[in-house]
């Protein structure tokens, strides 16, 4: 069983020794906000829906994106082990993924943020490509409509060294296109032949 306090904790304490270790390299995470039906009057329900994309030269193995105390719920269900979680049913990942959600809480007085973290089991995402197929549903408490958030990702190179990067998720059609799977290469070899072709001098 996990113990979801247990992990907000550990995430808490230790993202700070997360941060000042390994090599730091920056990837986009892609999020599409979706207004769904209220099932509760008064709750405001949503859904973010998720692409990775990957632009460092090594394999990416897990992400994790955070939820704001003060801003975001989750429906807990009881696991039958006297401890409550987040409803199974309102997160989903690929096959090759696993996925878990930890809600906002108020441990020993202190605001945890909860988070959404997904490790893949088999294929990694590979350098120049993007995964689709991620999301989670949840109340949010803020005004308006839900928007970008924080993550952090990570993975390893060929020698076993720590591969780290953080940022803050980018919304689909906010202007930087969301790469396909296998995309990016394509991107990044046409700027370079455009390069090229401005080089050359005209006659």
Known sequence: MKNWKILSLSFLLGLPGLLSSGVAFASPIFYEATDLVDVVVGEDLWRYDYTVGNETPHD??????????????????????????????DYEAPSNWDAFVAPTDLILGVQVDGFYDALALVDLIAPDDAVQGFSVVFTFLGQGAPASQFFEFFGYDSSGEDILGNSNTQQMGSGQPVPEPASLALIALGLLTLGIRRKQPSH
Request: hydrophobic residues 40%; glycine residues 10%; without cysteine.
């Open 60 to 89: 990416i193995e897990q992400f994790t994106i955070y939820f704001d105390y003060g801003l975001y719920e989750f429906n807990l269900v009881a696991d039958g082990f006297g401890e409550f979680e987040v409803d199974p049913n």
